[in-house]
C-alpha cells in the first residue's frame, strides 16, 4: 500500500488542480459604505453549457491517518468547496493519466479556506477531519455524464 503525508495546502502548489478560496492580503475594493471588503472572482465556475448551482453538503469525517480508496471527476464542470465551519479539511488530488488518475496528492485545508477544482481533475471525496462538517458546494447541473468515479489502489494518508 502506498503512503503519502499531507501536505500544507499554497496557492503555488494547487495551481494545478485549481484555485484557493481565501481572503487575499488586501481587498479588490471597500464596498457597502466602506464597511465590506470584497475579495472579487477568486476562481471561476466552469460549468461546461450547463447551469451553475449552489448546494449544502453535510459530511461523515475522518481521521488521520486515511485509506483513500476511491477517486471521482467532474469532467464538464469545476466544483467548489467552502467549509462553514472552523474546521480544517483535507483535500486529495490527482492529475490526469490517459483518462485515469495519476499519483494522489493530499492537502491539508484551514479553518476558513475553501477550494475551486477545476473541471476534469481527479479528486477524494469530501473529507473533513475529526468531526461532521458542512460546506457550500458551487458545481455544474445539466446535461451530459458529469461524473466519473474509480476505484484505486489503497493510498495511506498520514498527518
Not at 69 to 85: D, V
Not at 99 to 125: D, E, I, K, Q
Request: aromatic fraction near 6%.
Amino acid at each position: 500500500m502506498t503512503s503519502i503525508k499531507a501536505e500544507p495546502i499554497t496557492a503555488e502548489a494547487f495551481a494545478p488542480y485549481g484555485e484557493l478560496l481565501t481572503l487575499r492580503p488586501s481587498p479588490d475594493k471597500l464596498i457597502n459604505e466602506g464597511r465590506c471588503e470584497r475579495h472579487h472572482a477568486l476562481a471561476t465556475v466552469e460549468r461546461g453549457g450547463g447551469e451553475a448551482i449552489i448546494s449544502l453538503f453535510r459530511s461523515e469525517p475522518v481521521s488521520l491517518p486515511y485509506d483513500c480508496a476511491l477517486l471521482e471527476r467532474h469532467p464538464l464542470g469545476s466544483q467548489a468547496f467552502m467549509p462553514l465551519g472552523p474546521d480544517p479539511w483535507l483535500s486529495v488530488v490527482a492529475p490526469d493519466e490517459d483518462g485515469r488518475p495519476g499519483a494522489p496528492r493530499a492537502f491539508l485545508v484551514p479553518s476558513g479556506m475553501g477550494v475551486n477544482l477545476r473541471a476534469g481533475v481527479w479528486h477524494g471525496v469530501l473529507t473533513p477531519l475529526d468531526r461532521p462538517a458542512e460546506f457550500l458546494v458551487v458545481d455544474r447541473e445539466g446535461e451530459g455524464v458529469n461524473l466519473e468515479e474509480t476505484p484505486i489502489p489503497p493510498v495511506t494518508i498520514t498527518g
